[in-house]
């Protein structure tokens, strides 16, 4: 150790060649060293602030010691116990899924194999998908016209007559539209003519636009839009497509007022339906007590779905004008009726109308069968053998099934390499010992040393920060009894078969280490024996998914514990000490022990003596005793003055003496 122990930290306020930023002038009368007497005098008290200085500047290390490990216990935490992160969590059952299944066709039919399901190919054929009791509107609310053949629309005669604000434009000419007999080309071509030639009308310019839509009954359709306020009609036409003539162009949307529709609406407007056999009659008063005539289509809406509870949705397709009503729910049990009144002729419903939703129709060969079984399922989405089915659209697909043990051992083995990091690194912390002969530094002593030489004497300053502390110990004996403690019901009975660590025929190979290293490292849990871990994810996945996860029944505090799987229980103790996953700052043992400051009193003593309020209260001691240190110094240059001044005033009186006596 280098021999630095003479060298000291300079009080505030010292001057001269003692330091400071007071200039003085002292020891003329009596030839003393005054500076430096006065700093001799004050090295008791200096070393007695660097003694503060440096219990702060340890428990500053125990503070970053600990935010260091609270960092790699948060990073395990939302790495592996994040609910938003499925995929990763441990307490997601999925995730101890050994099968794993792939589709030909994903897109119209996939699938997912849970525990248990047959390993092999399945052959599934859907000839119908499951679909709501829906009602659509039979007319558009907007002005578009059915193309029953785009060669109606052009050639010799054709042209299309508009009128702005009550007054016809010039025709637009269509005799040049020539198709090629290729709809998928002939139609957005058709869109694109007219607009052509509505470009080059002066008086039909951005006043209106035609597009090309094709509903989901496959009807092609070319839609008129007013592009501006003023009335856009067609006055007559050559095209035997567009039948309705004179009436002013819509393009109607979800904000549309109900009166622009039907002007009578502006009254307390009823809905009349039955869906699922059940009768319910929506209310929207768009009287003068209510809307006032205000009222849109996604205020019908929204008052179908409130009335309903959500089991009826309303719909409206800006794009085909229709508007649509249909139950949540899909099957042949769900149905849906509307009476026809007003409000509804206003929508394009043609007077009362019913609709039953229908099943999925699907066969399924199972590996081994030599003929396929038909289901009926009222949803989309149904689990059969094991197998959890998804099906968006009619087709076929072969659905292979695989063990793949080596993902769920995997994922298992990546979880208990960090873990035993973090577990190392603590034990570490709490076994390291102290090197007294490295004190933390003064500001005297780092002056003298090199950059180099400071951080080296740190690095061994630190050693044994954390010895025994007693939070990290509490942290590592409640881990490890997470993994060995049994895993019961109520009753006390053992809720899985299979059981932690490596000895009979139900231990899943997931051990505390054995032999020498159990001194060191007997917090660690690592895999002890990797055939036993696959057969049980292999044969026995419910029973480690229980064991992993099972949630506590009981509500009191040792039965939550005992009935917890090894996950779950693992999951609370780092929730109590740092906090859930996506927090930071909280109130959680280590977190708060290491940043949250409880003491802002004057005196200190106030707080919960954590980390923080201990580093307040050094501080302000610190405070004090520097301030203590200034009145002290200046004390003692005070007295030195007051010696100056009788010197002074000796040597004056013995100048005098010696002119008299020379006289």
Do not use: C
């Amino acid at each position: 150790m280098s021999d630095i122990s003479g060298s000291y930290s300079t009080p505030s306020g010292m001057t001269g060649a003692g330091g400071g930023q007071m200039l003085r002038i002292t020891g003329m009368a009596t030839g003393l060293d005054v500076d430096g007497m006065v700093k001799k005098m004050m090295l008791a008290e200096q070393t007695k602030l660097d003694k503060v200085k440096q219990a702060q500047q340890l428990i500053a290390w125990r503070q970053q010691a600990y935010q260091d490990i609270i960092k790699d216990i948060k990073d395990l935490q939302n790495s592996f116990f994040d609910p938003l992160t499925p995929a990763n969590n441990l307490l997601s059952t999925t995730n101890y899924n050994s099968l794993i299944a792939s589709s030909t066709n994903a897109t119209a039919i996939n699938a997912t194999a849970q525990t248990g399901a047959a390993t092999g190919t399945y052959t599934i054929n859907v000839t119908q998908i499951a679909q709501s009791a829906a009602l659509v509107s039979n007319s558009s609310l907007n002005s578009q016209f059915k193309v029953t053949d785009p060669a109606n629309w052009g050639g010799a005669g054709k042209s299309i007559t508009f009128s702005v604000d009550g007054v016809d434009a010039s025709p637009i000419d269509l005799s040049g539209f020539t198709p090629s007999g290729d709809n998928s080309k002939d139609l957005p071509n058709l869109a694109a003519y007219i607009n052509n030639q509505i470009s080059k009308n002066t008086s039909l310019n951005g006043k209106v636009s035609a597009s090309y839509v094709q509903d989901a009954n496959g009807n092609n359709i070319i839609k008129f839009s007013p592009l501006s306020t003023s009335a856009i009609q067609i006055t007559s036409t050559g095209v035997s497509d567009i039948t309705t003539l004179n009436t002013n162009f819509v393009s109607a949307s979800g904000n549309m007022k109900l009166t622009s529709l039907d002007s009578t609406l502006n009254t307390n407007l009823n809905l009349n339906l039955n869906y699922n056999g059940k009768d319910i009659t929506v209310n929207l008063d768009n009287s003068a007590a209510g809307k006032n005539g205000t009222a849109t289509i996604n205020d019908l809406i929204t008052a179908v779905k409130t009335a309903t509870g959500g089991q009826v949705t309303g719909s409206f397709d800006d794009m085909t004008g229709k508007f649509t009503l249909q139950t949540v729910n899909t099957g042949s049990n769900t149905s849906l009726s509307i009476t026809g009144n007003s409000l509804t002729a206003a929508l394009g419903f043609s007077g009362n109308q019913s609709k039953q939703g229908l099943d999925a129709i699907v066969q399924i060969t199972a590996p081994g069968a030599s003929s396929p079984t038909t289901v009926t399922e009222n949803s989309n989405n149904f689990t059969l053998n094991n197998m959890t089915y998804s099906l968006n659209s009619t087709g076929n697909s072969s659905i292979s099934v695989d063990n793949n043990t080596q993902g769920v051992h995997d994922k298992i083995k990546t979880f208990l390499d960090k873990y035993n990091a973090i577990i190392d690194k603590i034990q570490t912390k709490l076994n390291e010992k102290k090197n007294s002969d490295y004190p933390p530094l003064t500001d005297t002593q780092k002056s003298t040393m090199k950059d180099s030489d400071i951080t080296a004497w740190n690095t061994k300053a630190q050693q044994g920060i954390l010895r025994n502390d007693n939070n990290l110990q509490k942290l590592l004996s409640d881990l490890r009894s997470a993994f060995v403690s049994p895993v019961t019901d109520a009753t006390g009975k053992n809720v899985s078969s299979v059981y932690f660590g490596s000895y009979g025929s139900g231990a899943i190979g997931i051990d505390t280490p054995s032999g020498a290293s159990t001194a060191t490292d007997g917090d660690k849990i690592s895999i002890s024996d990797d055939s036993k871990l696959n057969n049980v994810i292999l044969n026995h996945g419910d029973d480690l998914i229980k064991l992993f996860t099972n949630v506590a029944t009981d509500s009191n505090g040792k039965q939550i514990f005992n009935q917890s799987g090894i996950f779950q229980r693992m999951n609370t103790i780092l929730q109590s000490n740092v906090g859930y996953t996506g927090t930071t700052f909280n109130n959680a043992i280590l977190t708060k022990y290491a940043n949250v400051q409880d003491d802002f009193s004057i005196n200190g003593g106030a707080g919960t003596n954590t980390l923080p309020d201990q580093i307040y209260y050094k501080q302000l001691m610190i405070t004090k005793m520097a301030a203590a240190m200034t009145t002290k110094q200046e004390q003692y240059y005070k007295q030195f003055s007051q010696l100056e001044t009788a010197m002074n005033n000796l040597n004056a009186q013995q100048a005098q003496l010696s002119q008299l006596t020379s006289g």
